[in-house]
């Protein structure tokens, strides 16, 4: 079946400017996260998805960065004014049902650079 | 706060030799263990997880890795190395109070020479 999917694949913006990054987790999973992976780094948690509600959103670095699950499925991650250091692979992931560690299963991510 | 710590960065073996690739992690309990390989243009994917019982955990791909609390350690191995097990290896924890977040090394990549 299909896997997670995310879009763009790449995203190149300039300083200051606003972008959307966009995951589509597999169909019947409820549970949705958002890592950050820097060059060299391994990836870093953002935010965690439980349905529509975000269950824990301590990753999230500061006030520009914000996420949405209107639906309960497809995810958008929002960074406002951007800054050449928000420049990373953002990774999504999404799990079967909640209240369990079900195995997270990877999108191929989308590589964002801020000139 | 756990932390996983992934001492090589880099390790070159020859196809058919023996793969260890090491992790050790920081965590007051027991954790949750795993470990992912990530290839070009693909997405993470797991190789095996540890929750509890037995120490040893058979995995994908012919890989297994040992949980030895004493040593903090639970690192992975493959008797024989295939070209194709080229990619970038990623340990991680995640801690029973954690919302199912996972903390990820920084990996090691593996280089295979035919």
């Known amino acids: 079946g299909a896997g997670v999917s995310q879009t763009p694949s790449n995203k190149v913006t300039e300083k200051g400017k606003y972008v959307e990054l966009r995951c589509d987790p597999i169909s019947g999973h409820t549970a949705l996260y958002w890592y950050r992976q820097s060059l060299g780094q391994g990836p870093e948690f953002l935010i965690y998805?439980?349905?529509?509600?975000?269950?824990?959103d301590s990753g999230l670095p500061n006030d520009r960065f914000f996420a949405v699950r209107p639906e309960g499925s497809v995810s958008t991650l929002k960074i406002q004014r951007t800054e050449r250091g928000d420049s990373a692979v953002y990774l999504c992931?999404?799990?079967?049902?909640?209240?369990?560690?079900?195995?997270?299963?990877f999108g191929p991510g989308t590589r964002l650079t801020v000139l | 706060a756990q932390s996983v710590t992934q001492p090589d960065i880099h390790i070159t073996v020859s196809e058919g030799a023996s793969l260890e690739l090491r992790c050790n992690y920081s965590?007051?309990?027991?954790?949750?263990l795993f470990w992912y390989v990530q290839s070009p243009g693909q997405g993470l994917q797991l190789l095996l997880k540890y929750f509890s019982g037995d120490t040893l955990v058979q995995g994908i791909k012919g890989f297994e890795a040992e949980f030895k609390r004493s040593q903090s350690s639970f690192n992975l191995r493959k008797p024989s190395v295939h070209w194709s097990d080229a990619a970038e290896y990623f340990c991680?924890?995640?801690?029973?109070?954690?919302?199912?977040?996972?903390?990820f090394g920084k990996g090691t990549l593996l280089t295979v020479n035919p």
């Open positions: 992931a999404s799990s079967y049902g909640g209240g369990s560690w079900n195995e997270q299963f």
């Open positions: 991680a924890v995640g801690a029973r109070d954690s919302n199912y977040k996972l903390t």
């Open positions: 998805f439980q349905g529509t509600g975000a269950a824990d």
């Open positions: 965590y007051g309990a027991t954790p949750y």
